[in-house]
């Protein structure tokens, strides 16, 4: 996100993200969880809103629109692990991660990537932090 950039918070947005597609209901909904560190000063108030607002611009651009004043939904889990995100994976995943039963089960069929990271912990992103650990390394012992 380009203000968490500017405001110094480096690399902007750092998430992991998963699609899913509830079926069974009036329509096929597909739509996108995302799990995402914000700072302390952006949970409330006029810096929240501007989270929201660029929440928003990356959906209309990179999303098919936003259909509904209920696209983006901001919430504050008590012990944001992760685990929700891993809630359309197999017996063996919910039984290693511990997914609650009320969650598990199938998330409907995906065209496209289902699940992904910002690129700046992307795979590119990790290659290169494991090269400069390996030289930084090289470099104290040699």
């Known amino acids: ?12 947005l750092t998430a992991v993200w ?11 909904v597909d739509h996108c969880h995302m799990l995402f560190h914000l700072a302390h000063p952006y ?6 809103l501007q989270v929201e607002r660029e929440l928003e611009q990356l959906i209309d651009r990179h999303g098919d629109r936003n259909f509904l ?19 359309g994976g197999a017996p063996d995943v919910w039984r290693k991660f511990g997914v609650p039963a009320m969650w598990r089960g199938p ?16 795979p590119a ?3 290169r932090a494991n090269a ?3 030289d930084e390394r090289s470099a104290r012992s040699g």
């Open 69 to 87: 004043d209920c696209t983006l939904k901001l919430t504050f889990p008590a012990n944001p692990n992760g685990v929700y995100l891993i809630k």
């Open 43 to 48: 949970i409330r108030g006029r810096k929240h």
């Open 132 to 134: 400069s650990r390996r």
């Open 18 to 28: 998963v699609r899913e597609r509830l079926s069974g209901v009036s329509g096929e």
């Open 107 to 122: 998330q409907g069929v995906i065209i496209g990537k289902r699940c992904g990271t910002t690129e700046n912990i992307g």
């Open 1 to 12: 996100m380009w203000a968490l950039r500017r405001h110094g918070v480096p690399g902007g």
């Open 125 to 127: 992103a990790r290659k």
